[in-house]
């Protein structure tokens, strides 16, 4: 659909968080369908920012190293922009708890500025944010489809929840056409695998790689859903190609769910080698993990013709060759 | 039941808001109590501190002109409180709207920082958070309970759900005990009647005692619920005794549903003369209002044993003779 009647070639496009995992992954499909990428990432050292991840991009497009809050650099930032892809965030559900001011700042108060940025500079933007199934909280029934009540578990949903409903909100009020995908868990090349901060799946490939055992929480059994890093790109293209997404939103999802053992075991045998244990539930993520989750996707299979593409197996695959060949950028 | 077993004599209580309407009506009821009473007002002109709510017990508490927003100041006015009836907010949709920021400093930030301090030095405390019937946004269906999803549709609904969840999940995680009640209009002596930032109807009663026609926006024709002050000081107090309530949202609402033409043709009776006319709804407020709403308070009647005692006519009569008395330290 994208190549029929690409949109983006030539076109203006801002990304939040583009030295990040998805957020390079995105800036360097968009400069292959010929757009001018402008992409702004503060690299604070526990987030997901990494230079590596555009090294063989390094030079087509524009890095800006502003910081998400800096509320007069972004103002000008979006101006003149025709697409902006928002995927800055602060991602680690334990740090939010610890550090809670922090996570508000980066995820609501920094989406609000950006946004009355735009309500002054620039309403003509379309506007893609990068939200989260964790403003579900603990599912209710599964699969967990749009109409599900939210109920966050930690800080972070909270607060993505708010920077999501901004953005619902001036699409609504201002006519700044904007959307929100949910996204589950995202896996892939670039993602963040020093620690569990991004997901627990890339401290899961590093300790793989370094060959020591996975450590599973808990008893192993909370099915969840994955979604490979390129199924996620072709989504947020989609959303911002489309004229049904604005004041949507979409659950990302898939259809093999795993339990966290099974993914364990696939992992490993992926990487041809390696164990897990099972280990009870650190006493911090005890309280705010969330069981079982995987999404209905239904909603923008229908609307937007978006459906994963990579199955698990083979997303893995690819994961543990770029680690295996790229770690030493990743976590030395 | 609350004479019956006095919990609040003696009891050292912290009253965020206190100047204001609902807050200065809790205060002179804990004074009744014999409770210990410090309050926190910052007197924002814009907002509904004032002094005079307090003319006539100001020699019977504490009052302490700090910022909500003022961490450190918070922080030390948190220690050694049995009790945080915690009332300020920002109140007014439309100015929440034209500085969304400020509305989320007040509304989500500054309450994640007094959870925080409270996380850090006075976990024993017990917290009654007075949320808003806002964040349900446009009802689906009515009366409205608790199960209604949650629906925005303006910045303060966003922000005051934050700082309502902050509440929830700090009594989950960290069992500092918390509740929310989600108020619907609330009326009485004490109300800011300037200007409608924090109900229309403080401006209908204004206009009336100056012999101006009340305005009535679109139809007339939507429905409200309205609770008496006196009946949401019970509430709050109900809220705060019960063991039944931490990490619980309650409504509060009333049996008496009325049209805003059928409130105005009342207030006009119950203030023995004066008119209204129905007017467009002005550009700014049309987009964010919610239309019809009610509450379904059988939650909190059942739970707390709470219920509304003061009948809309009285409550209103009682409102007039309070602003006829008292305008000049109102409006003048």
Redesign the interface.
């Known amino acids: 659909m994208l190549s029929d009647q690409n949109i983006f070639a030539g076109a203006d496009v801002l990304v939040t968080g583009g030295l990040g995992f998805i957020g390079s992954a995105l800036v360097r499909r968009l400069v292959g369908l010929g757009a001018k990428v402008t992409l702004v990432d503060s690299l604070i050292p526990e987030y997901g920012g990494n230079l590596f991840n555009i090294h063989d991009i390094r030079d087509r497009v524009n890095v800006d190293l502003t910081d998400v809050r800096d509320a007069v650099a972004m103002s000008n930032l979006i101006k003149n922009r025709q697409f902006l892809f928002n995927l800055a965030g602060q991602t680690s559900h334990l740090d939010s708890?610890t550090d809670?001011?922090t996570d508000?700042?980066i995820n609501?108060?920094a989406q609000?500025?950006i946004l009355?940025a735009c309500r002054l500079h620039n309403r003509d933007l379309k506007i893609v944010f990068a939200s989260t199934r964790q403003v579900y909280g603990r599912p209710k029934y599964l699969p967990v489809d749009e109409?599900h009540?939210?109920s966050?578990?930690?800080?972070n949903g909270?607060?993505k929840?708010?920077g999501e409903?901004?953005h619902l909100?001036y699409n609504?009020?201002y006519g700044i056409r904007a959307c929100a995908l949910r996204l589950t868990n995202t896996y892939g090349p670039g993602m963040r695998v020093k620690d569990a901060r991004q997901t627990f799946l890339g401290i899961w490939i590093r300790r793989l790689i370094e060959k020591k055992p996975i450590q599973v929480f808990g008893t192993g059994e909370q099915r969840r859903d994955f979604n490979f890093v390129s199924d996620v790109v072709a989504a947020l293209l989609s959303a911002a190609a489309s004229d049904a997404s604005p004041g949507q939103i979409f659950n990302l999802g898939h259809r093999e769910q795993v339990s966290l053992k099974e993914l364990a075991e696939l992992l490993v045998r992926m990487n041809g080698g390696g164990r897990y244990e099972v280990v009870p539930f650190p006493e911090d993520r005890k309280?705010?993990d969330i069981g079982d989750y995987y999404a209905d996707f239904r909603k923008i299979e229908t609307q937007l013709g978006w459906s994963p593409q990579v199955t698990l197996a083979s997303g893995l695959e690819e994961t543990l060759r770029y680690y295996r060949q790229h770690h030493a950028h990743y976590w030395e």
Do not use: S, T
Request: proline share 14%.
């Open positions: 708890m809670p001011l508000l700042n609501a108060a609000l500025q009355e109409n009540p939210i966050p578990v930690d800080v909270i607060n929840l708010a409903w901004y909100l609504d009020v309280p705010i």
